[in-house]
């Protein structure tokens, strides 16, 4: 607190009204199923960012990020997109999703605070537009409720940003709770929550900085053709999480997938898949059973990497270390740790829960990564987290 009042004290010669912080996030599974209105499995975690705000007289918006020691500058008459604005578009992208909206907001000094940096893939971005939305919110007295706030960001997203409005990120960032994890449904457009009770594990996030690489564009199998596809072999069963599941039954679904491609049928297998994965990893949770929720994170990263070719060697040969960490042959079917690929688009990032006792010997593991790929990683002990909160003093 005392370093994000010194940084805007010393910018802009006042001390900020108002303070808040939101959490970074990663997504565990199921965080490209949105279009087909699945689930995600996501955990907000201490890699918080703060922004401070102080009103200003006129209608001119200044921004400071204290770590990257950049300096923005927009109006509210004139308010727009620039590309060379980077991470001030997300929040010049709340300002407009409340002036879109009819509430009245002006001029504004804010600074941003947080050591780990948009580019991290570790939900900093979103983080920023949270923390902005409930920062702009308690600033000017907007009366807007839960739901508006919700639709501010999603103008911001869609309309300012020209980008899609992705409820998991939205929802992680808002309304996470400490030592939990949250679910959304994109088919509801509702969020739920399962403890995490792991308390003898270490959950792990690490930056290999491997650039990421686009193998294939993702967008191509968001049709809606494929959507009825996946739509028909979906079957209701209230005995079920979330009321539904796909079909088991084989021969249904190759028939109903027997006239996409070889390559589409491939990837709308993963959605299948990762559906199943999520409601694995969810009962894991629920009954505290760290084999069954492991032996879903595993699945959902062979997934990603065998059916939806997002995964890169330097990130199987981090998972493959974590799947040595055990030796005793009988734990293969009973995993003592898991991993999977994650972050801003896929490609760079992963996350590892694994044994306490594990800890030294999975660094050992890293500094071997570092010697053989040459990539300075980075890594990170997290812990479940709430959402976004003001800051008192």
Known sequence: MKAINDAHMAEYEKKPEVVVKAPGRFHLIGEHSWFFKDKTLSMAVNLPVYLAFSKRSDSTIKLYYKQLDEKKRASIPSLKYKKEDKWA????????????????????????????????????????????????????????NENQILQVMERGNKRFLQTNNYQADNFS???SKKDNLIITDHTKNSWDYVPYNFDDKKIFLIDTKVPSLKVWKEESIFEPEYALLLGDLREHKNNCYGGWSYTNNITDINEQLSEVSEDVRRKLLSIIREHNNILEAREGLDKTDFFKF??????????????????????????????????NLEMITNQVACGRITGKGFGRCLYVIIRESDEEKFKEKLSEFEKIFGYHYECYNVIPSEGVSIVRD
């Open 173 to 175: 960032a808002l309304f």
């Open 89 to 144: 578009n997300a929040i010049k992208a709340i300002v407009y999703g409340y002036l879109s909206a009819g509430f009245n907001v002006s001029g504004m000094d804010v600074t941003v605070y947080s050591d780990i940096l948009p580019s991290s893939g570790f939900g900093v971005t979103t983080a920023i537009k949270a923390a902005a939305a409930i920062g702009i919110k308690e600033l000017y007295a907007v009366p807007c």
């Open 294 to 327: 492991a032996r879903a994170v595993n699945s959902s990263h062979n997934t990603m990497r065998d059916m939806y070719d997002v995964s890169c060697p330097e990130i199987d040969w981090i998972l493959k270390r974590v799947s040595e960490l055990e030796p």
